[in-house]
């Protein structure tokens, strides 16, 4: 069964943060990054149980790109809710958890 992909507000705005940021270096860096972003909302339509990480959030990179996606799970709505777009290279303290 299907999942149904949800993103945050605050995911919304992180991924157009990245997509700016990649749209002044080379237009071709954003179009692989929504490729590679969609593969992962693919992915985790079909196979949302990955790597959990704290309570209920659960983490997925994004392949090929310095990001990872926390999520989480509602098994009553069979949905997936992104709640952020985070650059690993960042301070793991500062996790959106």
Avoid: G, W
Wanted: hydrophobic fraction near 35%.
């Amino acid at each position: 069964m299907n999942y149904k992909i949800i993103v945050s507000k605050r995911a919304q705005f992180e991924i157009l943060d990245i997509t700016d940021y990649y749209f002044q270096i080379n237009l071709e860096l954003v179009y692989k990054f929504y490729l590679k972003l969609e593969e992962t909302y693919d992915y985790l339509r079909m196979y949302p149980y990955f790597q959990k990480r704290y309570k209920e959030f659960r983490v997925i990179s994004i392949k090929k790109f310095p990001y990872i996606l926390v999520f989480e799970i509602d098994e009553n709505n069979k949905s997936v809710s992104i709640l952020s777009c985070f650059h690993t290279s960042q301070n793991p303290e500062k996790y959106p958890l």
